[in-house]
Every structure is written in C-alpha cells, then in structure tokens.
Antibody, heavy 123, light 109 residues
Framework: QLQLQESGPGLVKPSETLSLTCTVS??????????WGWIRQPPGKGLEWIGS???????YYNPSLKSRVTISVDTSKNQFSLKLSSVTAADTAVYYC???????????????WGQGTLVTVSS | SSELTQDPAVSVALGQTVRITCQGD??????ASWYQQKPGQAPVLVIY???NRPSGIPDRFSGSSSGNTASLTITGAQAEDEADYYC????????????FGGGTKLTVL
C-alpha cells in the first residue's frame, strides 16, 4: 500500500522560506505513470493546488505562487520537496502531498494523500 | 488560469438523494475528480473519470458531466456522508496545471 508522509518545521517566521519533504513508501517515485503534487488548505478554507513534479524533474506551478515556489525530487531517497519563499501569515495552512495519476480511466486524480502537516507563519 | 465553482453549502435529508455540482470552462474538455474531506482528515478520492469509484467507496456515490458542469450524486445519503466535497480538474490553460473548486459543505439532516 502506497503511503506518503510530510515532514518539516511546523513554525516558520515571516519573510523566511518554508521547506517541506514528502517521503513516499510502498512504491517508487521514479515510476513514469505518476506525478507528485503539493496542495494546501488554510484553516477553515478550501484546497489550493500548489504544484506538481514528474520524476524527471519537470515542474508545474500555480501561477499565483509561481514566483515563490520550488518543487524538487530526490529519486534516490524516494522523496519530493516543497520550498515556498518570502512567506507571510497568508501562507499558514495544512500542506498535503499527494500522488497524481494522470490517466484515471480517462480523467486524472489524486489517488493517494499524505496526512497533512500544519505550517504556521508567525514571528 | 480557470476556476471551478461550487455551491458553498448543500443539505439533504437522511436517505434522500443529493447532487453537488462543479462548474468551469475546463470541464468542457476534462473530467473532474471528486474528494470527500471530513474534519481533521486528508481528502479522499471518491469519484474519477467518467464515473468511477475507488475500491472501498460505496456505490451510492456516482459522477456525471454535461457541458461545463460536473456533478457528484449521493443516492440515499447517510449520516457518515456529511463532509466537505471538492472537485478538481486540469486547468483549461495548460494540461499540467490543476485547479480545485471552492468546496461544498454537505449537511445530512
């Protein structure tokens, strides 16, 4: 059974860089069949797509966050990571990592999710 | 980029049928996937593709699509179906960009 687990600091100071890692177990991040993504959810609000990465390193970002986001992959560790720079209180959210299957019976879907990790931006 | 629009809240009587909708230009070209989220939990995929359910999702959940609208239908809603529901699809401006709907809070009365 595939599992994803987010890890990283729960508290980040304003103007600093948020860094999270997602460790994938029970499957290979190097599979050509999947993409890997980050999604966040501010307290009491809806889901926001941050971006995705392919095992080859190709990345795709939400245009509203693109200038501050970097997603990378480490196939040797079966991990992918998120960096969000110049954070403010508006970046306080639960951050989820998830697997994106691009061919879900004609559609595409996030079929496996991590449990999520709360990151608070505060001094 | 494109947007997906959902009604913020919907209610249904126990055992009745409810439809949750998601509207957006990208849905004319791409199927939506649907996610159920209960308080304090990660989202769970409930519908994908034309009308497919992952293993373990009850068959009272079904999906459909017409024009720019995707729908999630729960036939015979149960108390445990009370949750937030989100649609997700590709962005109409680029195959690899994604967008979520704002979410619908389902209350089972």
């Amino acid at each position: 059974q595939l599992q994803l687990q987010e890890s990283g600091p729960g508290l980040v100071k304003p103007s600093e860089t948020l860094s999270l890692t997602c460790t994938v177990s029970g499957g290979s991040i190097s599979s050509s069949s999947y993409y890997w993504g980050w999604i966040r959810q501010p307290p009491g609000k809806g889901l926001e797509w941050i971006g995705s990465i392919y095992y080859s390193g190709s990345t795709y970002y939400n245009p509203s966050l693109k200038s501050r986001v970097t997603i990378s992959v480490d196939t040797s560790k079966n991990q992918f990571s998120l960096k969000l720079s110049s954070v403010t209180a508006a970046d306080t959210a639960v951050y989820y990592c998830a697997r994106l299957t691009p061919n879900c019976s004609g559609g595409s879907c996030y079929d496996y999710w991590g449990q999520g990790t709360l990151v608070t931006v505060s001094s | 980029s494109s947007e997906l629009t959902q009604d913020p809240a919907v209610s249904v009587a126990l055992g009745q049928t409810v439809r949750i909708t998601c509207q957006g230009d990208s849905l004319r070209s791409y199927y939506a996937s649907w996610y159920q989220q209960k308080p304090g939990q990660a989202p769970v995929l409930v519908i994908y593709g034309k009308n497919n359910r992952p293993s373990g999702i009850p068959d009272r959940f079904s999906g459909s699509s017409s024009g720019n609208t995707a729908s999630l239908t729960i036939t015979g809603a149960q108390a445990e179906d009370e949750a937030d529901y989100y649609c997700n699809s590709r962005d109409s401006s680029g195959n690899h960009l994604r967008v979520f709907g704002g979410g619908t809070k389902l209350t089972v009365l």
